[in-house]
């Protein structure tokens, strides 16, 4: 009877320790550090990628410092999520010659497969760049 209850016992510590584990690679999945997305490709957004951080429980998506800003009247951010569904989101150019180098996704955005640079006034896409599986 003793053996029984042994065996019991280590298949139990067995799974509580193989959810620890599986529970880790979730966590590191979440990203702890930054995943970085293929290269944009397209008409005028070609060059540069994106990276992907979390901050504060958000995901905050930074353009790379060689990304080209479009010379097209009106650029904005645009992401796709896991099931294709688009999320227009902020201008990328401001004031005075800038850009948006950096975007904090509303909480609405559980996920992002693309990023898309997107022309609104054109309703083009300008480039987008695609990360290896889906950032959540």
Request: hydrophobic share 45%.
């Amino acid at each position: 009877m003793r053996t029984v209850r042994q065996s019991q016992v280590a298949i139990l510590v067995a799974a509580t320790l193989m959810a620890f584990v599986a529970a880790g690679a979730a966590l590191a999945r979440g990203l702890d550090k930054a995943e970085r997305s293929g290269p944009f490709a397209g008409p005028k957004a070609n060059t540069g990628y994106v990276t992907a951080m979390k901050q504060d429980g958000k995901i905050v998506l930074t353009l790379s410092d060689d990304f080209v800003v479009p010379e097209t009247p009106d650029p904005h951010w645009r992401v796709v999520d896991s099931k294709g569904v688009i999320y227009d989101l902020q201008k990328l150019k401001i004031k005075n010659d800038g850009y948006n180098k950096s975007i904090t996704l509303p909480p609405y955005v559980k996920n992002v497969a693309r990023v898309v640079i997107w022309c609104a006034f054109a309703e083009a896409n300008l480039g987008e760049a695609s990360f290896k599986t889906p950032i959540s």
